[in-house]
């Protein structure tokens, strides 16, 4: 048996036949279950995302139950609270629980508390996953009494009047605070009168140069003509008693230093006896009148 045979020659090459299928053919089928899968996938995920909103919105498991507060001492807890609960009751839009842990709005919580109760400043608020709130609140502490048109107020720090003669009786009465009359009778708004923070810091070493440092002895109040004018005047108990008339454009401790230079030249202990004012308003400038 020959190791080759030759190639027959003319012999031509047919094509097979396709074979056929019978339905759809494979890319179309292919093509119905990808996009089904992709609305099954779609589906799936509204589904667990409206869920997941009902649970953490609409649903009662992350409802605030506990409201506490820290930092406070004269105004009761419970008007706090109570405040706190209005101010998260009822719904956004109608729609929406406002006392949702995730919808707790600090900033309404913050201004209902400003709006109630002068005497507290909001610290912070805090929410305790998954169904407390926890509010810190500083009270004011007063500086001075600011007294206008007959009616007295308590002075913060900041120059803010907080509160008014009817709820401070008993705190003006018991502490010995540095007293200024408005003889302009300006009205005072309490939780919006502001006196000015410099202001108040003037008054406070101005009373302690005098009192403290030159030894002088002066009435329980000082008065000043008008806020706008940052003008203060005080009686000094010497003699008949004179007025020492001053202004916040000069400061105490050059205040002090023209007393003292007033005192040794012109104005000895007799003199001053007979002494109607000292003006020192005026920047480098001393006026005094006798009687």
């Not at 997941?52 to 409802?63: A, Q």
């Not at 001053?272 to 308003?281: S, T």
């Amino acid at each position: 048996m020959p190791f080759f045979q030759k190639k027959e020659k003319n012999k031509t090459w047919r094509r097979k036949a396709p074979r056929m299928y019978s339905g759809v053919p494979r890319k179309e089928k292919k093509k119905e279950k990808k996009g089904f899968s992709r609305f099954l996938f779609w589906f799936l995920s509204l589904v667990f995302f409206g869920v997941c909103i009902y649970l953490l919105v609409f649903s009662s498991l992350l409802e605030i139950e506990t409201v506490s507060v820290e930092g406070n001492q004269s105004v009761p807890s419970e008007e706090i609270i109570d405040r706190v609960n209005e101010s998260i009751g009822g719904n956004y839009y109608k729609l929406f629980p406002k006392n949702n842990f995730f919808l707790v709005n600090s900033r309404e919580i913050d201004g209902a508390l400003r709006n109630n109760f002068y005497r507290l400043e909001v610290a912070g608020i805090e929410k305790k996953f998954p169904k407390a709130i926890l509010v810190k609140v500083k009270e004011r502490q007063p500086e001075m009494v600011w007294c206008s048109g007959g009616v007295c107020y308590l002075i913060d720090k900041e120059g803010l009047a907080y509160t008014g003669t009817n709820g401070a009786d008993d705190e003006m009465k018991n502490r010995n605070f540095l007293t200024v009359i408005d003889d302009n009778s300006r009205s005072v708004d309490i939780g919006k009168t502001t006196i000015g923070k410099d202001f108040i810091e003037y008054l406070k070493q101005t009373d302690a140069v005098l009192t403290d440092d030159l030894k002088l002895e002066i009435e329980d109040t000082y008065h000043t003509p008008a806020l706008a004018s940052q003008e203060i005047f005080v009686k000094i108990k010497e003699g008949d008693g004179w007025i020492l008339k001053l202004s916040s454009g000069v400061a105490p401790d050059e205040t002090k230093k023209i007393i003292q230079t007033i005192f040794d030249k012109d104005l000895n202990p007799e003199k001053r006896k007979n002494l109607d004012y000292l003006d020192l308003r005026v920047k480098g400038k001393a006026y005094y009148k006798l009687k």
